[in-house]
T-cell receptor, first 111, second 113 residues
Framework: KNQVEQSPQSLIILEGKNCTLQ??????????LRWYKQDTGRGPVSLTI?????NTKSNGRYTATLDADTKQSSLHITASQLSDSASYIC??????????FGDGTTLTVKP | DSGVTQTPKHLITATGQRVTLRCSPR?????VYWYQQSLDQGLQFLIQ???????AKGNILERFSAQQFPDLHSELNLSSLELGDSALYFC????????????FGPGTRLTVT
């Protein structure tokens, strides 16, 4: 069964600090992995998308890494801001439109 | 603004009723996806349509159905509503039928009383 597990479930950090969110998956066959940011009550917004051959992708202060061998991905946020407070969702696609969503990590950035 | 529009934004209805949620994809996108997000829970994939045809099915209840019209807009029909159907319903679109980046709409918040 395809599964995506994210950790930690929630995280509180101080403004300006860095943090790393984890995503482990057992989706097969692997097509791509996406990270989304979802503000409360809003639709998710794409941060990065990585295929099998990519092991790192950046989007401003967000950097995602992918290790296809260990089936792990991480999302690193640098110099956090209050606006980074949101849920971060890892999504792994197996092709043919089938995607498996993680439950998300809720990040709270405090001043 | 993702370019995906959903109507209505909010919907309050009673148990046993039927509602229709509408989604217009981004210009040029052929695939439409529907998701359900209950309170404090993750996104659950319901169904995908590509150019008018059903492409993939997720955890969609038999009481729910969807379709994509020739102009590519999509509707999600929810019938015999139960309290547990209260949730945010998101529509997303992508350019093609494969695992491409999906652009999400603002969602429809359904409250069943």
């Amino acid at each position: 069964k395809n599964q995506v597990e994210q950790s930690p479930q929630s995280l509180i950090i101080l403004e300006g600090k860095n943090c790393t969110l984890q995503c482990n998956y057992t989706v097969s066959p692997f097509s791509n992995l996406r990270w989304y940011k979802q503000d409360t009550g809003r639709g998710p917004v794409s941060l990065t998308i990585m295929t099998f051959s990519e092991n790192t992708k950046s989007n401003g202060r967000y950097t995602a890494t992918l290790d296809a061998d260990t089936k792990q991905s991480s999302l690193h946020i640098t110099a956090s801001q209050l606006s980074d407070s949101a849920s971060y969702i890892c999504v792994v696609s197996a092709g043919a439109g089938k995607s498996t969503f993680g439950d998300g990590t809720t990040l709270t950035v405090k001043p | 603004d993702s370019g995906v529009t959903q109507t209505p934004k909010h919907l309050i209805t009673a148990t046993g009723q039927r509602v229709t949620l509408r989604c217009s994809p981004r210009s040029g996108d052929l695939s439409v996806y529907w998701y359900q997000q209950s309170l404090d829970q993750g996104l659950q994939f319901l169904i995908q349509y590509y150019n008018g045809e059903e492409r993939a099915k997720g955890n969609i209840l038999e009481r729910f159905s969807a379709q994509q019209f020739p102009d590519l807009h999509s509707e999600l029909n929810l019938s015999s509503l139960e309290l547990g159907d209260s949730a945010l319903y998101f529509c997303a679109s992508s350019v093609d039928r494969g695992p491409y980046e999906q652009y999400f709409g603002p969602g429809t918040r359904l409250t069943v009383t």
